[in-house]
């Protein structure tokens, strides 16, 4: 059994920066890919980046790659999402998530967050 824990959400404005955490209690963090994920109201959630248990891939959206970077530490069974340049569009509800590979689909992720909520001002 994996929990996950986002944090580090909140208000920003527009080309500002923050930093999520994903802290994840279990035994097999070690060996899980790990994804993020938003949803934003009326649309459904949508892949942001996701990175495979060794650290030696990552996969991003079109929509934040270049200002979002995903990263990981096994040590300390936490994935990060460092997220600069913000915009407005960027406001949604993120989610972590673990599975067995680094997939963009949130069907090959069994293990989800509660969600931190990111809002970007214009």
């Known amino acids: 059994q994996v929990q996950l824990v986002e944090s580090g959400g909140g208000l920003v404005q527009a080309g500002g920066s923050l930093r999520l955490s994903c802290a994840a209690s279990?035994?097999?963090?070690?060996?899980?890919?790990m994804g993020w994920f938003r949803q934003s109201p009326g649309k459904e959630r949508e892949f942001v980046a996701t990175i495979s248990w060794s650290a030696t891939s990552t996969y991003y959206a079109d929509s934040v790659k270049g200002r979002f970077t995903i990263s990981r530490e096994n040590a300390k069974n936490t994935v990060y999402l460092q997220m600069n340049s913000l915009k407005p569009e960027d406001t949604a509800v993120y989610y972590c998530a673990a599975g067995p590979n680094p997939v963009i689909v949130s069907t090959g992720y069994g293990y989800w967050g509660q969600g931190t909520q990111v809002t970007v001002s214009s």
């Open positions: 279990g035994r097999i963090f070690g060996s899980s890919a």
